[in-house]
């Protein structure tokens, strides 16, 4: 027998008693939870209840709702972090309603429905298969908001809903068609729900509008519109999370706009939020943000500091991806740096952090492939873009796709493919002509420069003029300055020197304002050190404007060439001098590269406070004159440069270029100016003269047999750097004033230009010294007046212990002895101490000694060093070419009795020292080398003491006898204390008279001592 089917109207009193019950149950418990663990259960709906259950991927979780003609129901769903669909089906199982809009969780997902006829109805939640998100079972909650008879403001939201509904019908078309009909039917339902102040409704319609909208560039401006209503509506809202994440993505849309200055300040205020709410993770991301954008502003230290706090606080909670993208943030400051190895290491590192986010993994792929690029990794670098692309099915990310086939085209100019390149370049403009300005930006100087080296000077004149439109609309500067710079370059190679002049004169000005921003000299060779060519061009520029007659283009090209040199000396002030205790741990002798992370940091940190207090600058310019005389010094033009000469005194000041390179020669009365050879051939020539001066008689017999002469290589050296200013030298005092790789060198040890074979070297016809530049020689005259005079002769520190298990070592502990880390090697050396004494028996009245145990660091730090007219270092010192502030001078690392103790005194510590010496002396190892940043010289120890207010520095330029040293010094001692001879002519003297004698006649014993600073 067929049971009878219940007629509509028993349908209709049973969903009326049903209603009735629940109702005396929610009034009873206050409220209904149901918990459900079957997939397959049929729940049904009543208004208020809330459902909790799990989702797989590919589920669909059915609710059963028995509804009259006219009957309004509202459910919302609030689901993490995974995408669901609803649907409402009728008693003949037709889809009657269905709703999934684009990427709206976290947010509740609605449906709203009013039903045309009486009878069951089916709502069907289902978790749809979605990319990127793993398909394991998640929690949701789905809530009955309504279940009621329709009043005529529920039938307004239902229409606004449909509205809402055939725009989610229209964005899953997946075409532009699709969307472009998609974006005005959400931007009028989010204004409806706002006139009738339906917050939560225009919240979620906002965020479908601005998520859907973010993914094509060519519709980022409907999602920035978006994004800033929603800034203003969160704040009314509990969704304070939701706030962060608004604040977060609108920085990101202001960034494809260019604008990048909105885009920090946007992301600080999501930080801002953060903070205040405690949340570990999204302060993570966005300090990781906030540094981005200021790696793109140029404010470099800011930065670093930003990416090693997110780093660092991203592993404690954890948070993988954010740490992979502070660790490519961090690796992207290296790369900058010149350091390619420490970049490639970052980004390794980071590639499996990142696994679980596409996007991450896709930018440090492409990352990776740029700086394998500049290493000339050609194959490592196309391998990483190829994986780079084989991603971009998955990813809607199409500038980073277009600027890895940038990627793609450099690696193929770099094997001569220059067709191909052109085809990769011309494809990736085309793709970002709506995408963002900046990446467009280098695609039309890779375009423009591809075109000048073919001579097609027309169409690059077009491209760099369309990047200085384009970085005028969205104050770009760096694209700015290579915009002007190829134009310079169109114009120059035109012929059209004054047009050049212009632009190249621009671009300085451009490159200099980048300095400015930059807060340390690390920071500066950051920003600075891509750009110096600036000063190259313009310098090449005007010498050739003076080969063509304009007499006054000599002058301006050597103030420029002073203006490069001049800048760096002591740009560092503002990290040590604000706080006096920063000082690196002790573990820099255990772990290098995890000090060097650390100091930098601190460094940033030193570096925000000064920016936090406006008038520093002007409170440490007055407190320390040295400040505003080296941190901002004006260049110095020709007529001023040679007012610090006298009648027997030149200058020989030089610049490196990639076609040519100049000599200028500036005597009291005179200038002139000579065209050398290009950089490459200098540099080369001048690296293998420092190594081959650099290797003991011993060790040069063993390595170069069969090899010409080292004298051979000095005479081509003096040929290109020399010769033809040979006229004007005569016997005169010749002060060195060099760039690059010449600050290798030690003229001295070069023979006269064109003598011949065996002649004997420059330093017997004359005295030699090295100075940065003109204007911080004027720099240091003008603070040295202000010296006080010290009253004691000398303070000698020689022969530190550095092992536990040194003999001079009374007693350690087991642990003490094993506490001596195998990265550090450093040996004794014994002649040091009677170099040490040799020089008290000179020293009227004798000289303070602290060897052994107590060459410590806290005695060279003393105040009470001010006191004395000679300071002598006969210790090791430790060079750092990558960071220079980790370089030192190495003193005790160990106490009488074997403890372990930090004896470096690093060169922020030098920068920090106020000194009223003469003379510093660093008979170590290679005090005088340092990182040497095109456009800042050379950064090492021995300018350090400059700036601590020491006129004259003697330092080595390679790894030094410890006996040859020690009777180097003897002499060198007594020319000054006993014969009265002036620091330059005492050290010419000792070298001539050691080389008179066989045994140390090798350049190797007497030529690596340099003079750096005032030879008077």
Avoid at 236 to 260: H, Q, S, V
Avoid at 518 to 525: F, G, N, P, V
Avoid at 902 to 918: I, K
Wanted: with cysteine; charged share 25%; aromatic share 6%.
């Amino acid at each position: 027998m067929t049971p009878a089917t219940p007629s509509g109207g028993f349908r209709a009193r049973l969903q009326t008693d049903l209603r009735a019950a629940l109702v005396v149950l929610i009034v009873c418990s206050g409220a209904l939870t149901i918990t459900q663990t079957s997939s397959n259960a049929q729940a049904i709906l009543f208004e208020g209840a809330t459902f909790e259950r799990w989702a797989a991927e590919g589920d669909v979780h059915p609710y059963e709702a028995v509804l009259t003609a006219g009957d309004f129901l509202e459910v919302s769903v609030s689901q993490d972090q995974f995408p669901v669909s609803l649907s409402i089906r009728g008693a003949d199982g037709g889809v009657l309603r269905t709703i999934s809009l684009p990427a709206m969780d976290p947010l509740p997902q609605r449906l709203m429905f009013v039903a045309p006829l009486a009878g069951a109805h089916r709502l069907e939640m289902k978790r749809p298969k979605a990319r990127d998100i793993n398909p394991a079972p998640r929690p949701y909650t789905l809530h009955v908001i309504a279940l009621r008879a329709a009043t005529a403001d529920d039938r307004e939201r239902d229409k606004r809903f449909q509205v809402l509904e055939r725009a989610s019908a229209l964005a899953h078309l997946e075409s532009m068609d699709g969307l472009r009909q998609a974006i005005p039917l959400l931007r009028e339902v989010a204004a409806e729900w706002r006139a009738v102040d339906d917050v939560t409704l225009e919240v979620s319609t906002l965020e479908s509008l601005a998520k859907l909208t973010a993914f094509f560039t060519r519709f980022h401006l409907e999602s920035i519109a978006a994004r800033e209503r929603l800034s203003e509506i969160y704040p009314r809202t509990e969704e304070r999370e939701r706030e962060i994440a608004n604040w977060y993505d609108l920085a990101t849309e202001y960034e494809k706009d260019g604008r990048f200055l909105h885009a920090k300040q946007a992301v600080s205020r999501s930080l801002e939020v953060a903070l205040a709410r405690g949340l570990r993770e999204p302060t993570a991301r966005t300090q990781r943000k906030l540094g981005y954008f200021e790696f793109e502003l140029g404010n470099y230290e800011a930065a670093r500091t930003l990416a090693q706090q997110a780093h660092d606080l991203a592993v404690s909670v954890p948070a993988p991806v954010i740490e992979a993208m502070a660790t490519w943030d961090l690796a992207r400051l290296d790369e900058l740096a010149g350091d390619l190895d420490a970049a490639i290491a970052r980004n390794r590192r980071a590639l499996p952090l990142a696994s679980a986010n596409l996007e991450a993994t896709g930018l440090i792929l492409m990352s990776l492939g740029f700086t394998h690029l500049q290493r000339g990794d050609l194959d490592e670098a196309t391998s990483r873009f190829d994986a780079r692309l084989a991603m971009s099915p998955t990813l809607v990310l199409k500038d980073h796709e277009a600027v890895t086939r940038l990627g793609l085209g450099d690696v193929s100019l770099a094997r001569g493919n220059r067709e191909d390149a052109r085809q990769r370049y011309q494809a990736a403009a085309s793709a970002l002509e709506r995408g963002n300005p900046r990446h467009r930006c280098v695609a039309e100087q890779r375009l423009g420069r591809l075109d000048l080296d073919e001579g097609h000077f027309e169409q690059s004149r077009v491209r760099f003029e369309t990047m200085l439109e384009i970085a005028t609309r969205i104050n770009y500067s760096p694209c700015e300055a290579e915009a002007r710079a190829g134009l310079a370059d169109v114009a120059a190679r035109s012929g059209d020197l004054e047009s050049a002049d212009t632009q190249a004169q621009r671009v300085v000005a451009l490159t200099e304002s980048f300095r400015e921003a930059a807060a340390s000299l690390e920071s500066r060779a950051l920003g600075f050190g891509a750009l110096a060519p600036a000063y190259e061009r313009a310098i090449d520029i005007s010498m050739r404007r003076a080969e063509r007659g304009d007499a006054g283009s000599i002058a301006r090209a050597l103030t420029l060439n002073e203006q490069a040199l001049a800048r760096g000396l002591l740009d560092r002030v503002a990290e040590t001098r604000l706080d006096t205790t920063a000082r690196v741990p002790a573990a820099l002798a255990t772990d290098h590269q995890q000090v060097r992370e650390r100091w930098r940091a601190r460094l940033a940190e030193l570096q925000i406070a000064m920016r936090n207090s406006p008038d520093a600058p002007k409170r440490i310019d007055t407190a320390d004159p040295r400040h505003a005389t080296f941190v901002r010094p004006q260049p110095l033009d020709v007529t001023a440069m040679q007012t610090l000469l006298d009648d027997d005194t030149l200058f020989l000041e030089y610049a490196l270029g990639d076609e040519r390179s100049y000599l200028w020669v500036v005597s009291a009365h005179d200038i002139r100016a000579f065209t050398l050879a290009p950089r490459a051939a200098i540099e080369g020539l001048a690296r293998r003269v420092h190594e081959r001066l650099g290797r003991s008689p011993a060790a040069a017999k063993a390595r170069e047999a069969g090899r010409p002469a080292p004298e051979a290589d000095r005479r081509a050296l003096s040929r290109l750097v020399l010769e033809p200013a040979a006229a004007l030298l005569g016997e005169r005092r010749l002060v060195v004033i060099p760039t690059g790789a010449l600050s290798l060198v030690p003229f001295g040890a070069l023979p006269a230009p064109g003598a011949p074979a065996g002649a004997p070297p420059l330093i017997e016809h004359h005295e030699i010294v090295q100075i940065p530049s003109a204007t911080i020689l004027q720099a240091m005259r003008a603070v040295t007046p202000a010296r006080a005079r010290p009253t004691k002769t000398a303070a000698i520190f020689a022969d530190p212990v550095y092992q536990a298990h040194d003999a001079r070592v009374r007693s350690a502990s087991p642990a003490d002895r094993g506490h001596q880390p195998p990265a550090l090697t450093l040996a004794r050396l014994p002649f040091s101490r009677n170099e040490a004494s040799a020089i008290a028996s000179l020293a009227p009245g004798g000289a303070t000694l602290f060897v052994g145990a107590e060459a410590t660091r806290e005695r060279a730090l003393d105040r009470s060093l001010a006191d004395y007219r000679f300071l002598h270092f006969a210790t090791h010192s430790v060079v750092d070419e990558d960071v220079p502030s980790l370089s030192s001078i190495a003193l005790s690392m160990v106490d009488r009795s074997g403890r372990p103790r930090d004896g470096f005194v690093m060169l922020p510590d030098v920068y920090d020292m106020t000194l009223n010496a003469d003379l510093v002396v660093l008979s170590g190892c290679q005090t005088a080398l340092g990182k040497n940043v095109r456009g800042e010289g050379s950064i090492g120890l021995a300018r350090g003491f400059m700036y601590a207010g020491v006129p004259r520095v003697v330092a080595s330029l390679w790894q030094v006898s410890d006996l040859g040293t020690a009777e180097l010094m003897k002499r060198f001692y007594r020319g000054m204390l006993v014969d009265s001879l002036t620091p330059a002519a005492a050290l010419r003297a000792a070298q001539r008279e050691l080389a008179a004698n066989p045994r140390w006649a090798s350049p190797y014993f007497w030529a690596p001592f340099i003079l750096q600073g005032d030879w008077r």
